[in-house]
């Protein structure tokens, strides 16, 4: 089967945030607390915030561009070098931003 490979990625710089916090963590902070308290529990005394143990994360990254492009099946094994050299054809490679991540890859067949 022949067919082509959509390649998904994103340009990472040395400045870009990415953190994750657990909503326990959320709720320790009293300026937070505090606010969730005045907005949702207004003139309510001695309250407890607290979250299931579950323990959801909230994600604090920064929002980047999405690039895509186009190749061969058989070119699998090659796909970072080739998102690497997509990004420097398109010019968005920086200085502070040299760096390719992987986001998405699908598959395109053809009989």
């Known amino acids: 089967m022949k067919g082509t490979i959509v390649v998904t ?4 710089c040395k400045a870009d945030l990415n953190k994750e916090l657990s909503l326990n963590e959320l709720l320790e902070n009293e300026k937070i607390a505090k606010i969730i ?14 979250a299931e143990p579950n323990e959801s ?3 604090i990254q920064t929002q980047k561009e999405l690039h895509s492009f186009e190749v061969d ?12 050299e997509d990004a420097q054809n398109k010019k968005l490679l ?8 992987l986001v998405d890859i699908s598959t395109n067949t053809t009989p």
């Open 9 to 12: 990625y994103k340009i990472l």
């Open 73 to 84: 099946k058989d070119d699998f094994a090659d796909i970072l070098d080739l998102a690497e």
């Open 94 to 101: 920086k200085k502070e931003c040299e760096r390719v991540e």
């Open 37 to 50: 308290k005045s907005e949702y529990a207004k003139g309510f005394r001695n309250l407890s915030l607290n």
């Open 57 to 59: 994360v909230i994600k």
